[in-house]
C-alpha cells in the first residue's frame, strides 16, 4: 500500500502515469532556537546512560560516569550499585532509551532542561555474579517512564536529577 501511495504522488502533472522527475526535498533550518541545546542535552543523557550502565554489568563505578551525571542522578546509580553489589548481582543485556526533551530554559541561569525517557527493560536482566543465573525481580512493568532534569552548569550540560514513575507505565 505505502508503494501504491508514493508512486501516485509521482505521476507528471498532465496525469498520464508517467513518473515525474523528482527532486530533493529542500533541506530547512530548524525553527527551534534551542534545536541545538536540546541536540547536547540528549547526546549527555544517552551517554549517562551508557556509562549507568556499564557500571551496573561489572559492579563498578564507570570513570566516566561523573562527566555526565551529578547531584541527585549521580547519587541514585550509586546506590543502585551498592545494592547490586550487596546482593552479588549485575544487570546484563541492555535497555531501550526513548528520550525526549520535554523543556528546556536556555535563558535561566543556570540553563535547565528537563527529560522524559520511556525504558525498556524487557532485555536488561538482573543475574548472579557466581551462579550467571537470572534473579526474579517480581512483576514490576518493563516498560517505565523515566524522568530527568539537566542544567548546564560552566558551559557544560550534565544530568542533575533522574527519577523513575512507578505511577506510568509508556
Not at 541545546?37 to 551496573?56: C, F, G, H, P
Not at 555474579?129 to 539537566?150: D, I, M
Request: overall charge positive; glycine content about 8%; some cysteine.
Amino acid at each position: 500500500m505505502a508503494l501504491v501511495a508514493l508512486s501516485a504522488g509521482c505521476s507528471s502533472p498532465g496525469g498520464d502515469g508517467r513518473a515525474g522527475k523528482e527532486t530533493a526535498p529542500t533541506p530547512t533550518k530548524s525553527t527551534d532556537p534551542d534545536a541545538a541545546e536540546k541536540t547536547v542535552v540528549l547526546e549527555v543523557y544517552r551517554s549517562m546512560w551508557k556509562a549507568r550502565n556499564r557500571t551496573y554489568a561489572t559492579a563498578k563505578l564507570d570513570s566516566k560516569l561523573e562527566d555526565y551525571a551529578g547531584n541527585k542522578a549521580l547519587s541514585n546509580i550509586k546506590v543502585t550499585l551498592i545494592y547490586y553489589q550487596d546482593h552479588g548481582t549485575v544487570l546484563k543485556g541492555e535497555p531501550v532509551n526513548s528520550p525526549e526533551i520535554t523543556g528546556i530554559d536556555t535563558a535561566a541561569k543556570p540553563m535547565k532542561a528537563t527529560i522524559a525517557d520511556c525504558v525498556d527493560t524487557s532485555h536488561y536482566d538482573e543475574v548472579n555474579v557466581k551462579t550467571g543465573k537470572k534473579v526474579s525481580v517480581g512483576t514490576a512493568p518493563v516498560r517505565v517512564v523515566y524522568n530527568a532534569t539537566a542544567i548546564n552548569s560552566n558551559g557544560k550540560w550534565i544530568i542533575w536529577t533522574t527519577e523513575i514513575d512507578r505511577g506510568r507505565t509508556c
